[in-house]
């Protein structure tokens, strides 16, 4: 078996002492990071890559660190869900349906610990599924040329933004935004400089990771100076917590069924861990029909959000290790970690560099394990780290990212860009403007332009030829598709957004 | 009616067309690069103004806007991190930090004391993080200070 002996290599890998030591850090940080009502996997993700980078870990250790923060925060979003009311990230708004009332009937450490289980289960069929999925489509993407991939980009452009915001033109708009900011600097074709105004800073064009971190952790603070720091105590008394075996039997079904949709909805490019647990609790709701008791507080409707979404984050990382496609946000901040390591994710990596895509692949299932750990024994450590107020925590992350980005690079424009896309964070996402896309714009732009040009050299400049192939025609039949279809479907799927009570 | 969409729309047409004017100095494509360096640009340019005529013809309800006090407080922030960026270099981490964090956390919930606090805490524990468990380069003061 092929997989066993590469599972055997990622073992190798994963279990050095080091390796280990990341993933339970990782772990530990991101289900904190989770936790906490504001952070979610991108911010989280986010803040730490500066300072991975100047730590100067090498490409496994810095992937291991990172994803284990990304499934730790999956983990933790759950805990102020069900303890506030308060989504802790996006993707757990679902669980607040069932958890919080759960945990008003005095059943919080129940509801927390159905939820850990089942965050368990999801996260962990999902990295087996990655394990078994993800060699097949690498080797089907050798069969993409230059127009594929920039079919395969369309896609993921459209995908994204189709199901990110209510609005296409808004969603369409961030894109293209995104990609007008991946163009500024030295083009490195021809070698000329291009949109910089003169300004010398800009030459090497703006760096993702600046964008990311403005985008997604400093727009935090200006949400939480608008807001004043609102509605961030606990409520609900946690007492003892117990393990209710019979509950958590109860919803097998419930969990393999939905860690299996999660899956799936976290392989499209784009719709990512939000419609993973949104599609899994309908699902549920529907199958368990009005005597489900479905919103008062049952076990199933906490399991079944928190599988799905914790397998849609597992789900998410196959597009991104094999075609170097995204599938949600912070599969894209995670794309930019590689491609700063100078790792281009594809098909290739799983020949050139097994001992990163299996070393990964070993540390997440080792890291479910430690966070089974963690999220379930140990949660009453995590729920005192949710009474730190925003007036400490907000601060502290503004800081953090100062510093990450400021010794990345060591200039004051990096550091004023920063703020600058933090501003513009929070203007588009007051606007109801996606940010994703933008971040996906800025890190595929200049793989885009480049497959682009490729093609029509290849080709002589026919531009027919970007649809030559059946793959490329059915990628960009399936983008258009993603981007039409929400408009349609939107009266029945609507986007979950956030609970404000 | 002026909302909020619009105006962004329009903003976003002046810097699309500002793309399209500069990218048509830029030289045409030979040989081995069909497209040359301005043919995408455009692509992208002509994808902001149709996008962002979609925003100019049918904008969304307005934004549920901060009132004026909380938006200048937000313009001040700004301000704040604008000058955290510029001193921390002749500055030194610590004191710019400080004052920075106060202010953020003073922003977030007005009471000044715990601010101060928050303030003194996260510069005084983020260097001693940075420095000594993660080994980054920072300067605690004034370099002009440390001889």
Known sequence: MDILSNLALGFEVALSPMTLFLAVIGCFLGTIIGALPGLGPSNGVAILIPITFTMGLDAT?????????????????????????????????????????MAKNGRAGDALVISGVASFVGALLATIALALVAPFLARIAYKFGPAEYFALYALAFATLGGMASNNQAKSALASF????????????????????GGNLHLADGIDFLVAIVGLFAVSEVFFFIDSHGKGSAVGVVLGKVTVPWREIWSTRWTMLRSSAVGFVAGVLPGAGASLG?????????????????????????????????????????????????????????????????????GPTLFADRPEVVWGLIAALLIANFVLLAMNVPMVKVFV???????????????????????????????????????????????????????????????QMENNLRHAMTLSGGEWTYLLSSPISIGLWVAAALGFIAPMFLRRYLRKPQMVTE | MIRSDRILGVVVVIVALVFITSAYN?????????LGPKAFPIIVAIGMIVSAAGLILRPDPEADWPEMPSLLSIGF????????????????????????????????????????????????????????ALGLGLFALPRSLMG
């Open chain 1, 177 to 196: 935004i995104g990609l007008g900011i991946a163009l500024i600097g030295i083009d490195n074709n021809s070698g000329f400089t291009r949109f910089t």
């Open chain 1, 61 to 101: 250790a810095a992937l291991v660190l990172l994803t284990s923060v990304y499934y730790g925060a999956m983990y933790g979003g759950r805990i102020s869900s069900i303890l506030l009311n308060i989504p802790g990230d996006e993707p757990a708004m679902m669980t607040t349906l069932d958890g919080y009332p």
């Open chain 2, 77 to 132: 922030a700004t301000l704040v991190l604008i000058g955290y960026a510029y001193s921390l270099k002749p500055f030194g981490f610590l004191a710019p930090t400080a004052i920075a964090a106060a202010i953020l956390s003073y922003q977030i919930s007005p009471r000044p004391v715990p601010a101060v606090l928050t303030g003194i805490g996260l510069s005084v524990g983020l260097f001693v993080i940075f420095k000594y």
């Open chain 2, 26 to 34: 830029l030289p045409a494509g030979n040989l081995f690069d069909k």
């Open chain 1, 277 to 345: 647990s949104f599609m899994t609790y309908m699902m549920e709701k529907s199958l368990a029909g009005k005597k489900g008791g479905f919103g008062t507080g049952v076990a199933k409707g906490v399991a079944a959000p928190e599988a799905g979404n914790n397998a849609a984050a597992g789900g998410a990382l196959v597009p991104m290790l094999t075609l170097g496609v995204p599938g949600s946000g912070t599969t894209a901040v995670l794309l930019a970690v590689l491609m700063t390591l100078n790792i281009t994710p």
């Open chain 1, 384 to 446: 005192r780290i949710l009474q730190v107020p925003p007036a400490i925590l907000l601060p502290g992350v503004t800081m953090i990212s100062f510093v990450g980005i400021y010794s990345l690079s060591g200039s004051y424009f990096d550091l004023l860009l920063m703020v600058g896309f933090g501003v513009m964070g929070y203007v588009f996402r007051k606007m109801d403007i996606p940010t994703v896309p933008v971040i996906l714009g800025i890190l595929l732009g200049y």
